[in-house]
């Protein structure tokens, strides 16, 4: 099939229009041409088709049987070239207005809230409120605009993309290690004192997933101390209570500043998806649009803080 020409694209045009409008005057005015050019396009248009379009009366047009089925189809072109044009627009604009976005606790503050001025520095116009918690908000009811959430959540009414995998690790004090020995293998962990993380949505003790062999072995060690935040548990590792597990952006920090070791690093798996969901309402929206390629530039792979962890690991 040879390629579209531009006679025929013109007259498609000229034909939706005045098939929509209903003379070749009106089709004209809308277009700011002539009616004589509005006839010749289409008629060049028919000669090409081989088909009758129209049924022309003194009066008005009349759509043939053919003239109908192509004039859904022209529509159609016509609207994807509206769209091409509006995002041409919001390309060359600076976007603008409040952004409203949720996230869980952990990655708000350890991941999102400190990219936050990168962000404004370079689209200024656009004011962030951001909220942080656990609690399944209902992103179109309190108008949330993106959703950044951890596991699989499944909503017809949202669009989702994955950001990246949240790692886990076991991790623990250098002054609790040198006291208490190093663990080599997760049945070594009934023999020290663990510090466990509870749901707060739930009320359940977090399961600690291992790779072992291929498998994923999933325990829960006897907790001498069990919290509900995700940066207690931390701190709680920090002043050599225990071992505990944690998402590597949490403890990463602790990493580098040698407060925290890897243990058991052999056995860490990539838990769950880190994913954006924001509703099909918001798809075309600039700022909404802006905000998604950050959050890709945010969550790299490998993300920065995995390779700080590894880095300590092959240390």
Same mark, same amino acid.
């Given at each position: 099939?040879e390629?579209?020409?531009?006679?025929?694209?013109?007259?498609l045009?000229?034909?939706?229009? $005045?098939?929509?409008?209903?003379?070749?005057?009106?089709?004209?005015?809308?277009l700011?041409?002539?009616?004589?050019?509005?006839s010749?396009?289409?008629?060049r248009?028919?000669?090409?088709?081989?088909?009758?379009?129209?049924?022309r009366?003194?009066?008005?047009?009349?759509?043939?049987?053919?003239?109908?089925?192509?004039?859904?189809?022209?529509?159609?072109?016509?609207?994807?070239?509206?769209?091409?044009e509006?995002?041409?627009?919001?390309? #060359?604009?600076?976007?603008?207005?409040?952004?409203?976005?949720?996230?869980?606790?952990?990655i708000?503050?350890?991941?999102?809230?400190p990219?936050?001025?990168?962000?404004?520095?370079?689209?200024p116009?656009?004011?962030?409120?951001?909220?942080?918690?656990? #609690?399944?908000?209902?992103?179109?009811?309190?108008?949330?605009?993106?959703?950044?959430r951890?596991?699989?959540?499944?909503d017809?009414?949202?669009?989702?993309r994955?950001?990246?995998?949240?790692?886990?690790?076991?991790?623990?004090?250098?002054?609790?290690? $040198?006291?208490?020995?190093?663990?080599?293998?997760?049945?070594?962990?009934?023999?020290?004192?663990?510090?466990?993380?509870?749901?707060q949505?739930?009320?359940?003790?977090?399961r600690?997933p291992?790779?072992?062999?291929?498998?994923?072995?999933?325990?829960?060690?006897?907790?001498?101390?069990?919290?509900?935040?995700?940066?207690?548990?931390?701190?709680v590792?920090?002043?050599?209570?225990?071992?505990?597990?944690?998402?590597?952006?949490?403890?990463? #920090?602790?990493?580098?500043?040698?407060?925290?070791?890897?243990?058991?690093?052999?056995?860490a798996?990539? #838990?769950?998806?880190v994913?954006?969901?924001?509703?099909?309402?918001r798809?075309?929206?600039?700022?909404?649009?802006?905000?998604l390629?950050?959050?890709?530039?945010i969550?790299?792979s490998?993300?920065?803080?995995?390779?700080?962890?590894?880095?300590r690991?092959? $240390?």
């Amino acid at each position: 099939m040879e390629p579209i020409g531009l006679d025929r694209l013109t007259g498609l045009i000229a034909f939706a229009r $005045a098939a929509s409008l209903g003379s070749y005057t009106a089709a004209a005015r809308s277009l700011s041409v002539s009616p004589s050019a509005v006839s010749k396009s289409i008629q060049r248009l028919e000669q090409q088709f081989g088909l009758r379009l129209f049924s022309r009366t003194t009066r008005s047009l009349i759509l043939t049987s053919e003239g109908r089925d192509l004039h859904g189809r022209a529509l159609r072109l016509l609207r994807e070239a509206e769209a091409i044009e509006q995002a041409v627009v919001a390309a #060359r604009t600076e976007p603008t207005g409040v952004l409203k976005v949720t996230a869980p606790l952990p990655i708000g503050v350890h991941v999102i809230a400190p990219a936050l001025p990168l962000f404004q520095s370079r689209h200024p116009g656009i004011s962030i409120d951001l909220r942080l918690g656990d #609690r399944l908000t209902d992103l179109i009811e309190e108008g949330i605009d993106i959703a950044v959430r951890v596991g699989e959540l499944a909503d017809s009414r949202l669009i989702s993309r994955q950001l990246t995998r949240q790692r886990v690790c076991a991790f623990a004090a250098p002054a609790y290690l $040198a006291r208490r020995g190093v663990p080599l293998h997760p049945d070594d962990l009934a023999h020290h004192d663990c510090v466990n993380f509870r749901y707060q949505s739930s009320g359940q003790a977090l399961r600690w997933p291992f790779n072992v062999d291929g498998r994923l072995v999933e325990v829960i060690p006897p907790p001498g101390i069990t919290v509900d935040v995700s940066d207690a548990v931390a701190a709680v590792l920090v002043a050599g209570g225990g071992i505990g597990m944690s998402p590597t952006y949490v403890a990463a #920090r602790h990493v580098e500043r040698g407060e925290l070791v890897p243990v058991l690093a052999e056995f860490a798996v990539d #838990r769950t998806t880190v994913t954006a969901l924001w509703p099909e309402s918001r798809n075309s929206s600039p700022i909404v649009r802006v905000f998604l390629t950050f959050l890709n530039e945010i969550f790299l792979s490998p993300t920065p803080w995995d390779v700080v962890v590894r880095s300590r690991v092959s $240390a």
